[in-house]
């Protein structure tokens, strides 16, 4: 009767395992604990856009990522002003310019989970499987986000 039990319960265990559904989780920390924003299952390609104003430059910044199976990867930067943090090099990818933007294609840089934080007028917004999140709206300036797969 116990190995009966045994069996299934690790029968359980490793259908759990099985069919258990990675997401990603977007959270913020609030005030000492961990609030859920909202979280996506985790598919190859998944798409994840952060759009936010720069702190120098005042002007738009639009990352757009992927998820590659196993990490997000930034695939593309666009911005409308050249400045500090913004990638300008070679060896960033391939920089191009469409009208009023200056866009970084092709940086494919690998990225396991992100840590984004609200500012003081920089209008941090996500964009998850679809769902745009408009987070400088639900939280104060310098609460930290986080997007990670679990």
């Known amino acids: 009767m116990l190995i009966k039990k045994i069996l299934i319960a690790a029968i359980l265990l490793v259908l759990v395992f099985v069919f258990a559904e990675e997401k ?14 909202t979280t996506a299952a985790v598919k190859k390609n998944l798409p994840l856009t952060i759009k936010f104003i720069h702190s120098v430059q005042k002007t738009p910044v639009i990352e757009e990522l992927e998820f590659d199976g196993a990490d997000f990867v ?3 930067t666009r911005y409308k002003s050249q400045g500090v943090g913004l990638p ?7 920089f191009r310019k469409d009208g009023d933007w200056f866009i970084m294609d092709n940086m494919n840089r690998r990225i396991k989970n992100l840590s ?3 500012g003081v007028g920089t209008e941090l917004t996500i964009n998850l ?6 987070l400088y709206e639900k939280f104060p300036p310098g609460t930290k ?3 990670a797969i679990k």
């Open 145 to 147: 986000i986080n997007v």
């Open 24 to 37: 990603v989780y977007v959270t913020a920390e609030v005030g000492g604990s961990t609030e859920i924003v």
């Open 129 to 134: 499987a679809g769902e745009e999140i408009k």
């Open 74 to 76: 930034l695939r593309r």
């Open 116 to 118: 984004l934080r609200t």
């Open 88 to 94: 300008f090099m070679e060896s960033d990818g391939v």
